[in-house]
C-alpha cells in the first residue's frame, strides 16, 4: 500500500488531517498489479495470437479513504483520534471525483486463477 508511508508521516508529526468517508476504492498491491502483467503476457506470448481481454484490475476490498487510512492505523497499532471522517463534498478540490471507483475483480481472479493479497 503506498498509503502507509505517507500516512505515518502525518501521523508521526501527530498532525489531525480529515479523510473522505464518501470516496471507494480497491488499493491493490503494486506487487499483485506486475503478478497480473507478468501472467497476461506470458499468456499472450505462449499463444502466439493477439489476446482481446478486458480485466478490472484491484484489491480485493472496496473501502473508503478514510477505512484505508484507519487500516495503517491498525496495523502500525498507534492511535486514531487525530483522523476525522469528512464528506467528500465538503470540500472543493476544483476537480470532479468519482466517488465509487471499486473495482469488480471476478473476472480477473477466474482468469487468471489469481488470489489478491
Ligand atoms: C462482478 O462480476 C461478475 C462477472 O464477472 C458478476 O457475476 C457479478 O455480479 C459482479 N458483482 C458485482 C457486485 O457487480
Do not use: Y
Not at 473522505?20 to 506470458?42: N, Q, W, Y
Not at 480485493?60 to 492505523?73: H, I, L, M, T
Amino acid at each position: 500500500m503506498g498509503e502507509g508511508g505517507w500516512v505515518d508521516g502525518v501521523l508521526s508529526k501527530g498532525k489531525k488531517m480529515d479523510f473522505f468517508h464518501g470516496e471507494f476504492g480497491c488499493p491493490v498491491c503494486v506487487k499483485d498489479v506486475l503478478a497480473i502483467i507478468r501472467a497476461l503476457t506470458s499468456r499472450w506470448i505462449s499463444e502466439g495470437n493477439q489476446m482481446q481481454l478486458l480485466l478490472d484490475v484491484g484489491g480485493p476490498d472496496r473501502v473508503s479513504r478514510v477505512q484505508r487510512v484507519e487500516a495503517v492505523v491498525d496495523f502500525r497499532g498507534c492511535n486514531t483520534p487525530l483522523i476525522k471522517a469528512v464528506s467528500a463534498s465538503s470540500v472543493d478540490r476544483g476537480i470532479k471525483s468519482p466517488a465509487d471507483i471499486s473495482m469488480n475483480i471476478t473476472k480477473l481472479v477466474q482468469t487468471l486463477n489469481f488470489s489478491p493479497t
